[in-house]
């Protein structure tokens, strides 16, 4: 299939059975300041309070805007220097109680607040007298706002995860799908038993990825095996039409995706693309690496040109658990053109 064609319609953008195992619960980073999109509001939210602490005794427009840019260049730098330092030992911070987390990430934002004054003083920017109390106190305090504020948010999602891989779960166990793969599978016991012991196989490997608890993310070429198991029992059902394309980059493979995010997507393109067409239809599925990003890609040709009217659901799922794994860093379009529909993502390779 060449779904060249509409990929113009997108904006580039500069991405053996395992047991389940119990674990003892493990402490949750409080201050999680490693992606992208905390790093982004972080930035966005001291610099939205400098501007505003700058009104306070600005003369004018012009000595708002430059009172905003001396503290700016002060309070910018410390901003990224706790960042960094509250990353790198994340791992050894998640193992105190959260009451010592805190702080921590206070403390540490008193530095970076003597860090951004001292930094004044050095440059002979700053009041003829520094306000090194008053800066340790407000690096303090917007360190444990913001503290508060990213385990407001790390709860917020803790229930949106679950109700995803609850609902997840459900959409893989439907009856109708199993009561067809078994079914397809009597047939060929006769006259074909190879044929129906491998439909059973993939059929088991599919239900095992589907039950088996496997964390928050999982490698991309985990979940091609899955989408291939799903494919292959399919073909069996609707025979030549369904025809099946893979472009894979193996240098994709190793991007964390989360699980069984690709198998319902797969799964809609057969049920919108194969089932209402009596000729069948294409499904190409596709990755490619490219610098920082893994670009995923699920297209199939549609009956008529026109898709199926769904509800959606399982690419909002999708879309979701994405965000959730990734933030801003990851990506979701959809486009129908020309007889073609394609779900376009992207992660971090």
Known sequence: MDDSQILSTFQELPGTARQRQQRA???????????????????????????AAALFSAGGWWDWLVRTAIVSGAALPATLAWLLVVCSIKRPLARWRVSRQHACGVALGALAGLYGCGMLALVGLGEQKSPWLASALAGALMAGFFGYALVLRSKLLMPAA????????????????????????????RDQPAKAEALLEDLS???????????????????????????????????????????LDPDAGDARVPPLFLQPLVENAVKHGVEPSP?????????????????????????????SPGHGVAQDNVRDRLRLLHDVEAQFQTILKDGLYQVRMEVPA
């Open 279 to 307: 000729t069948g239809a294409q499904v190409k599925v596709s990755t490619q690496k490219r610098g920082g990003v893994v670009v995923i890609k699920v297209t199939n040709t549609v009956p008529g040109g026109q898709g």
């Open 162 to 189: 679950t109700t995803a891989r609850l609902a997840e779960l459900q959409a893989r166990i439907r009856p109708h799908f199993l009561f067809n793969s078994l079914n397809s599978a009597i047939a060929l016991v």
């Open 25 to 51: 619960p493990q402490q949750v980073p409080v201050f999680d300041a490693c992606q992208i999109g905390v790093v982004l509001r972080a930035v966005l939210f001291v610099e939205a309070t400098v501007a």
């Open 205 to 247: 490997e599919l239900f095992r990825h589907a039950l088996v608890e496997q964390g928050d993310a999982v490698k991309l070429s985990e979940e091609i095996a899955v989408a291939r198991h799903y494919l292959d029992i399919e073909q069996v059902r609707f025979g030549d039409r369904l025809q099946v394309e893979w472009a």
